[in-house]
């Protein structure tokens, strides 16, 4: 769970509308966009990269890179660095770039005159969810494919893989769901042990959000959840991002359990047609957990691997070349631990 991907040229300005944010890629591929400080630098061989007008430098690397030269005060007002193509021609840019140069014009954006700001942006997880061979989890008859399984791509996925692993591995897991649900009648399952999970669903909170849209209690609800969200979100970029250290990441550990105290302090948010806010209820929970899973095993995981950069171990380890496996304890606390190494 420690190696989310971060994609190190995400946009950042100008404005950018209606296009994607990753779209710089192939276009600094072909042509060998610069990537730029604020002092007009190039910088990425400082950092162990090769970039020199190709593109050969890994996603880790870049993103860390930049990372580094915005913390040295070298980032563009956006608070990235600037990617450019101003070495290039107007026809050059135009072949490459297509009726894209147009759609960037319309965006006030003329390549030839002006670098863009990018920056590195949170794009896959290596980590997810434990299956077997079958794709099975160990839920019976829970089957898990695509982004959401963890193990693939190791510590640092190559690009262009995911939507192969999603496809391939999608077979696989759609074969065997069938294989197992072949021939019985309904999912046998048990009410006691779901127990917590439909108290939980029924317990509406009181607060009648969705039922009277904008009453006080329910308007408090959203904005309390809105805050969680956002301190959740700064504090994972801060201190579980692209930059680690076992300091950051112990703050970042105890703040999120204080957060996940904090929600349980807030009701559910009763039923209700389009009822956002009990969605984003839900929607939080999982996210503290996940945040929870990525800091416990990022904290455990004191070397420099793939997508996981420590900042206070920055080699790799031969002892740490192994999985590690976060799960709940029977008292519903994260635990973590190493898988052994494989033979
Ligand atoms: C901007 C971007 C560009 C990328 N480019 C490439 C590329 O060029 N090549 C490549 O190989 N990979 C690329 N990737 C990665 C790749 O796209 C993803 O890893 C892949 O699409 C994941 O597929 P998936 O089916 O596992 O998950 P998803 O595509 O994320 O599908 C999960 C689905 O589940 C739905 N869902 C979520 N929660 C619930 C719920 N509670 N109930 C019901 N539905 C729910 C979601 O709405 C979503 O539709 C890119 C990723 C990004 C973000």
Redesign the pocket.
């Known amino acids: 769970m420690e190696f989310p991907q971060f994609f190190p040229i995400g946009h950042l300005a100008p404005r950018l509308v209606g296009m994607?944010p990753?779209m710089w890629d192939p276009f600094r591929y072909k042509l060998g966009g610069r990537l730029l400080n604020a002092a007009g630098e190039e910088f990425v061989h400082r950092y162990g990269g090769e970039d020199e007008g190709r593109y050969v430098t890994t996603r880790d690397i870049i993103s860390y890179a930049i990372t580094k030269e915005a913390e040295a005060g070298r980032a563009t007002p956006g608070g990235g660095v600037y990617l450019s193509f101003e070495h290039l021609g107007e026809n050059e840019l135009r072949e490459a770039f297509g009726p894209v140069i147009d759609r960037l014009a319309a965006n006030g954006i003329d390549l030839t005159r002006l670098p863009v700001e990018v920056s590195p942006i949170a794009?896959?997880h290596m980590g997810g969810v434990r299956v077997d061979e079958e794709m099975a989890t160990r839920v019976p008859g829970l089957y898990a494919?695509?982004?959401?399984v963890g193990g693939a791509s190791g510590a640092n996925r190559l690009?262009?893989?995911?939507?192969?692993e999603?496809l391939v591995f999608g077979e696989t897991a759609g074969r065997h769901a069938a294989r197992f649900a072949d021939g019985k009648a309904g999912g046998a399952w048990s009410r006691e042990a779901a127990r917590p999970h439909l108290e939980l669903l029924a317990a509406n909170g009181g607060h009648g959000v969705g039922r009277r849209p904008g009453a006080a209690t329910g308007h408090n609800t959203g904005a309390a959840l809105g805050e969680l969200r956002a301190e959740l979100a700064d504090l994972m970029w801060e201190n579980v991002g692209v930059l680690r250290t076992g300091a950051g990441l112990s703050t970042a550990l105890e703040r999120i359990r204080g957060l996940v105290r904090q929600l349980e302090e807030i009701p559910v948010p009763g039923e209700g047609p389009y009822n956002l806010a009990r969605q984003d209820w839900f929607d939080l929970r999982g996210g503290l957990m996940t945040a929870e899973s990525v800091a416990l095993a990022a904290l455990r995981r004191t070397e420099s691997r793939g997508a996981h950069q420590r900042e206070d171990h920055p080699e790799m380890d031969p002892e740490q070349a192994r999985n590690q496996v976060v799960r709940l304890d029977s008292d519903g606390r994260l635990a973590c631990d190493w898988m052994h190494r494989a033979a």
Do not use: K, Q, R, W
């Not at 690009?159 to 192969?164: L, R, T, V």
């Open positions: 994607d990753i794009h896959y494919a695509g982004e959401a690009s262009g893989n995911a939507i192969p999603a």
